[in-house]
């Protein structure tokens, strides 16, 4: 029994490796520095976390059938831009559309969600039906929608906002930022979609053995395509929420957040092979990515060595993700 | 010289559950063709990978010249002269002839501490070896580009340039053309007057009596006997290959055929080398066998059917009603199954559970307001098949890859017994499975043809297929070639002599 027990003591040392190393980082840092445990500290990491979850749980969708999307950077630039020249105060100077009236915010955040979710139709459908692999299509796209975001804003970066737009932000029920709260009801969406609907099934199958999928009567392309176009619409969303954070936006809004994403994801436990992960999987990812951006800083990492330690978490994680499933074979 | 030139003695191999060898002996006369024959799983492939070290063999001697020697990889079979051409050629399309030719092996010239490929030499070399096997094609050219013909020559100058002096031939012809086998039996020929020694394993009875200079006869992983071929006759070597009698390991069945229920009409492939112009009828409460060898394009029609491959002509009718197939999801909405041959490539989900891997196909079936899975009813369902087929597991949470091939099999037959198709189309339903599972199949099968439904059922295991089957078409070369009922005389010979017609 003793020797069983500490195969059990090891395989949950290597199975939750990453989280045990999260957790003491952060207790490590809550008790060396004074104000990290401050609950307005809390509320910004979180803060961060939420535009980050919702990307992270669009990306998911991708990774699970084995795919990826390396538009989701840009589409967030893009959607923060659509937003931000939709609802700038009339007495901004600057103001992009200098007679139009702010629109409704509700409407706006529909607006962007709409425009991305037709580009990533068009992603899908590439992949879906013409075979280009995810990695390419996605490629394809990143550039269309970067040259497209900066003939529409002309490259110049929107501010001004309306208050009902930066309060997205600041804004705050029960205590807690609107920010917040949307990523939760995106999380218990996405929750939902991956459990409770086929289109969640058929996701996961699909990454499983898309053969077997074929043959058991998946309808692999429209699934595929919902997939793409669902991630493109939550990366207008999460450019909507970045935007409302910072106040305003620029074509650089979002870049590169698309490879913190899948890395996020695949240290919660997304399977780049396909067919495995969870939404708890992006939000653990996503939760160790900032807390562990947050920890350097208070460790008074340097800001350039911060990207090595990033780094190496990614490559110790994955290491050890590989081998869950290479002991289970 | 020794008088064989290659011996094998005793060589016993078992995987998981099954005896594949059982003191099997094989004896090579030096500069001859050596046919070695039996029914697909007789136990040829596995005595020459055994040979050729892709398997490792439990038991048994290899004595080469005379002299023992041991063969544990390939790389090393190839060191003793042994080179092999595998039925399925495993080349790199993308690079050259030469590149595939010397892959593993390129000659390299030095550039003070650089080892670099030495193309010249790599070239000039492929040619001249090209030419050995009566081919002259650039050694420049994509290998992809070549007909399957033209790149088997290549496998072949691969064996020659190796200086091999045994060459194993996998089935070589199943996927060659008429002219194609001319050309390469003339290379044999060639080799065989050089003094290279030569096994050639094939189903075809007209090229073992064209080219084979004895042959060798397997049945059911065990040696049957050597014998010069000029002294068998088509007959003969069939009775040899077949001859054992029928087993009762099938259950009791009353099963009574009773309308049409799907009929094909000279359905062709859009593949010329595939399955041209086949019909045939299928009865409500009927088991329907199809036998045939390894290549018979049995798997492709079926696939065709099921609208997995593609089709270039002919009619599909179900209840009398002309079916357009275009997707799977048609065929099953026609009420048409398939479970496939290849479990692990196109079957289960690994990393999905056994839930998953049952519900996949009816989660329509399980909707509640029409769009949200209802997790209870699936849970009974899927509880229910577990019961009923004695799946064993833990709990239906489980892995499918953790389960054995015959619970994972079982768990495929759930996924369709639930979504209850009038047509199941089985490939291969117990290939690769133990035997107490095997029986469970077969008695499931039974049931559902005792509800009416009717199924198909492709069998390269002659006992199986003459034991489970009501009636049974045969096919060859992607041909339908005969029908056989219990009326007229339901045998092996008649079968075999159905299946080696081209």
Not at chain 1, 187 to 208: D, V
Request: proline share 3%.
């Amino acid at each position: 029994m003793v020797n069983t027990n500490q195969q059990k003591i090891k395989n949950f040392l290597i199975n939750n490796g990453v989280i045990i190393v999260m957790f003491v980082l952060v207790i490590y840092t809550g008790f060396t520095s004074d104000n990290f445990f401050t609950p307005n500290n809390l509320m910004n990491i979180l803060m961060n976390m939420s535009s980050r979850l919702v990307i992270a749980l669009g990306i998911a969708g991708c990774v699970i059938t084995a795919g990826c999307d390396l538009s989701a950077g840009r589409m967030i630039g893009f959607g923060g831009c659509i937003a931000g020249t939709l609802l700038q105060r009339m007495d901004y100077s600057n103001k992009f559309f200098p007679d139009m009236q702010p629109l409704n915010v509700f409407l706006v955040v529909l607006i962007v969600m709409g425009i991305c979710a037709a580009f990533g139709t068009v992603t899908g459908f590439f992949i879906a039906f013409l075979n280009v692999p995810p990695f390419i299509a996605t490629l394809a796209m990143m550039e269309i929608i970067y040259g497209i975001c900066m003939i529409y804003t002309g490259a110049t970066p929107l501010g001004g906002y309306v208050k009902e737009y930066t309060d997205v932000a600041g804004g705050k029920f029960i205590g807690i930022n609107f920010l917040i709260w949307i990523a939760i009801f995106v999380a218990i969406i996405s929750w939902f979609i991956f459990n409770m609907t086929r289109h969640g099934k058929y996701m996961y199958a699909i990454g499983g053995n898309p053969q077997a999928a074929e043959v058991a009567g998946v309808p692999v392309k429209k699934t595929l395509i919902l997939i793409y176009m669902k991630a493109a619409a939550m990366y207008g969303l999460a450019g909507f929420m970045l935007g409302a954070k910072a106040g305003g936006a620029s074509v650089m809004l979002g870049y590169g957040y698309e490879m913190e994403a899948i890395a996020a994801c695949t240290i919660g436990g997304v399977s780049v092979t396909g067919g495995r992960g969870k939404v708890s999987s992006a939000v653990i990812g996503v939760a160790v990515f900032e807390l562990l951006k947050v920890a350097l800083q208070y460790m008074g990492v340097d800001a350039n060595a911060q990207y090595i330690a990033i780094g190496i978490v990614i490559f110790v994680a994955i290491s050890l993700d590989i081998r869950k499933y290479i002991a289970k074979k | 010289m020794a008088e064989y030139k290659l011996k094998l003695e005793g060589i016993c191999k078992s995987f998981p559950g099954v005896k594949a060898l059982d003191n099997v002996q094989l004896s090579l006369r030096p500069g001859t063709v050596h046919a070695l024959m039996g029914e697909n799983g007789a136990g040829k492939s596995t005595l020459m990978k055994c040979l050729f070290g892709i398997y490792k063999m439990d038991a048994g001697e290899i004595y080469l010249d005379g002299e023992k020697i041991k063969v544990n990889n390939p790389d090393e079979a190839m060191k003793h002269g042994i080179a092999m051409v595998h039925q399925e050629l495993q080349p790199v399309p993308a690079r050259s002839v030469a590149e595939n030719l010397y892959l593993g092996r390129f000659p390299v010239k030095r550039f003070g501490p650089l080892q670099v490929i030495d193309h010249k030499t790599m070239y000039e070399e492929t040619e001249k070896w090209l030419k050995e096997v009566k081919m002259d094609f650039d050694p420049k050219a994509q290998l992809g580009t070549l007909s399957i013909g033209q790149m088997q020559s290549v496998e072949i100058a691969k064996a020659v340039s190796q200086q091999a002096k045994v060459v194993i031939f996998d089935e070589p012809t199943s996927s060659l053309s008429d002219n194609e086998v001319e050309a390469l039996f003339r290379i044999m020929d060639d080799l065989r007057s050089k003094g290279v020694t030569m096994v050639y394993i094939s189903h075809k009875m007209d090229e073992i009596k064209r080219i084979a200079d004895d042959i060798t006869i397997m049945r059911d992983g065990t040696y049957v006997g050597t014998w010069p071929a000029a002294e068998m006759t088509t007959d003969q070597i069939i009775a040899k290959m077949v001859g054992r009698e029928l087993t009762n390991v099938y259950p009791e069945k009353e099963n009574k055929p009773g309308d049409v229920i799907l009929e094909v009409k000279h359905l062709s492939s859009i593949h010329e080398k595939s399955f041209q112009d086949v019909s045939f009828t299928l009865r409500k409460g009927e088991i329907l066998g199809f036998g045939g060898l390894v290549g018979a394009q049995r798997t492709e029609l079926m696939e065709g059917i099921f609208a997995i491959r593609g089709i270039a002509s002919g009619e599909i009718f179900m209840h009398g009603k002309k079916l357009k197939l275009r997707h799977p999801v048609d065929a099953m909405n026609a009420g048409i199954g398939l479970i496939t041959e290849d479990r692990r490539g196109n079957g289960i989900f690994g990393c999905l559970s056994i839930k998953d891997n049952v519900s996949v196909s009816v989660y329509n079936k399980f909707l509640r307001a029409g769009f949200i899975l209802d997790h209870k009813r699936i849970n009974r369902v899927v509880d229910d098949s577990i019961q009923k087929l004695s799946i064993k597991t833990p709990s239906m949470k489980e892995h499918i890859a953790n389960l054995s091939g015959g619970n994972q099999q079982k768990v495929i037959v759930s996924r369709w017994l639930a979504s209850d198709p009038d047509v199941l189309i089985m490939d291969e339903p117990t290939r690769g499975i133990d035997v107490g599972a095997k029986h469970e199949i077969y008695e499931i099968m039974n049931d559902l043809a005792k509800q009416g439904k009717a199924i198909i059922m492709i069998s390269s295991e002659m006992s199986e297929l003459l034991g489970m089957s009501d009636r049974v078409y045969v096919m060859c070369n992607g041909k339908l070639t005969g029908e056989i009922d219990q009326t007229k005389d339901m045998t092996q010979a008649n079968v075999m002599a159905y299946a080696t017609q081209f």
